[in-house]
């Protein structure tokens, strides 16, 4: 092989990486939880990421807990529904911007559900509708982190105000997303039917708030 052309080719296949990680988004934002006190209900000052402002929704939501147990050392701080009276839904909101959850967009969080508890996605668009997703991340005996590919996922709108889900809604524009959270559609069991979230992650685009 002549030179000019060894070096075209490495050159080439330099670019593929770049080229190749361009189309899947960024992170958008992480939300961990401040390393404080537990709490019930979860307010903003437990918000660790100073871009993100809470949203709590629901008959229930005056009762989501900010939770953490001495024991086992390893015990997270995190979301707990297990005293909700009500339906609940907890969502987070970028102060700067909205996000484009097309593509190649996931969602991952680290949960763990008791009894017959389903962790479900809900998003709300920039049009004001609000969706939750059919598929949820359900019962496990310890912490287990889930991936969601939003372009595998299938939608119904949501009631914010009961928070129940109304009817199937086929390819909802995702190009444009407010605020993006969690709920179970059910109120809680204490430990034995409950749901428990230590963290979320969104990979999206951002788009500028106007």
Request: glycine share 6%.
């Given at each position: 092989?002549?030179?000019?052309l060894?070096?075209?080719?490495?050159?080439?296949?330099?670019?593929?990486?770049?080229l190749?990680?361009?189309?899947?988004?960024?992170?958008?934002?992480?939300?961990?939880?401040?390393?404080?006190?537990?709490?019930?209900p979860?307010?903003q000052?437990?918000?660790?990421?100073?871009?993100?402002?809470?949203?709590?929704?629901?008959?229930g939501?005056?009762?989501?807990?900010?939770s953490?147990?001495?024991t086992?050392?390893?015990?997270?701080?995190?979301?707990?529904s297990?005293?909700?009276?009500?339906?609940?839904?907890l969502?987070?909101?970028?102060?700067?911007?909205?996000?484009?959850?097309t593509?190649?967009?996931?969602?991952?969080?680290?949960?763990?559900?008791?009894g017959?508890r389903?962790?479900?996605?809900?998003?709300?668009?920039?049009?004001?509708?609000?969706?939750?997703?059919?598929?949820?991340?359900?019962?496990?005996?310890?912490?287990?982190?889930?991936?969601?590919?939003?372009?595998?996922?299938?939608?119904?709108?949501?009631?914010?105000?009961s928070?129940?889900?109304?009817?199937?809604?086929?390819?909802?524009d995702?190009?444009?997303v407010?605020e993006?959270?969690?709920?179970?559609?059910?109120?809680?069991?204490?430990?034995?039917?409950?749901s428990r979230?230590d963290?979320?992650?969104?990979?999206?685009?951002?788009?500028?708030r106007?």
């Amino acid at each position: 092989m002549r030179p000019k052309l060894i070096i075209a080719f490495i050159a080439t296949v330099s670019v593929f990486p770049s080229l190749y990680s361009q189309y899947r988004p960024v992170l958008f934002f992480r939300e961990d939880w401040k390393e404080i006190p537990a709490a019930t209900p979860v307010t903003q000052k437990h918000v660790a990421n100073p871009d993100l402002i809470l949203g709590l929704y629901g008959s229930g939501c005056d009762s989501i807990k900010k939770s953490h147990h001495d024991t086992p050392a390893d015990d997270p701080y995190y979301i707990w529904s297990g005293l909700c009276q009500g339906n609940w839904a907890l969502t987070l909101k970028h102060s700067k911007s909205y996000v484009d959850l097309t593509g190649y967009a996931k969602i991952m969080w680290r949960s763990k559900q008791a009894g017959i508890r389903c962790l479900h996605i809900v998003l709300k668009l920039a049009d004001g509708t609000w969706l939750v997703s059919s598929q949820g991340d359900c019962i496990s005996r310890d912490w287990r982190i889930t991936e969601f590919n939003l372009t595998d996922l299938s939608w119904y709108t949501l009631n914010i105000k009961s928070v129940i889900e109304i009817k199937p809604v086929k390819d909802p524009d995702l190009s444009k997303v407010d605020e993006i959270g969690f709920t179970d559609l059910m109120t809680g069991g204490a430990s034995d039917a409950c749901s428990r979230l230590d963290w979320i992650e969104v990979y999206g685009k951002p788009v500028p708030r106007k």
